[in-house]
């Protein structure tokens, strides 16, 4: 009876072992994509509005450096976050129900465009100026 009882609590360990690295590999996923972000990155929220082709404003600001705009999508339409101007332009992912698109780009002074870039949705008014200083 030990030998099976020692084989079951080295069977236990080797499991608890691997369900760590499978939980450690799944939230080092999510912390990897946190840690994608580089430390210094300035972050502006622009989430997207309730309902409609909106973003919940259409201005923001930041300083010049590295920026990450988040932007959180309460909607079943798909929509996302991305810049352009002055030589910029970035998309984030789309995301739907809840999920977060985000962008970092490296910033230098001066007047940026954020707008959703599915087909249609900038034209719609789904954009805002982003001001860097």
């Known amino acids: 009876m030990r030998i099976p009882l020692l084989h079951s609590a080295a069977t236990v360990a080797v499991v608890a072992v691997l369900a760590a690295g499978c ?3 799944s939230g080092g996923g ?3 994509a946190a840690a994608s972000t580089p430390a210094n ?3 502006v929220e622009i989430d997207v509005a309730q309902s409609g082709f909106a973003f919940t ?3 923001a600001t930041a300083s010049a450096g590295t920026v990450e705009l988040k932007s959180m999508n309460p909607q079943s339409v798909s929509h996302d976050i991305s810049i352009k101007g002055n030589g910029v332009d970035e998309h984030g992912s789309l995301v739907s129900g809840g999920g977060v698109s985000t962008v970092t780009v490296d910033l230098k002074p001066g007047t940026y465009t954020f707008y959703c870039s599915v087909p249609g949705h900038e034209q719609a008014g789904m954009k805002g100026t982003l001001t860097v200083s």
């Open 23 to 25: 939980g450690g590999g």
């Open 30 to 32: 999510g912390s990897s």
């Open 41 to 43: 990155a300035q972050v």
């Open 57 to 59: 404003k259409t201005t």
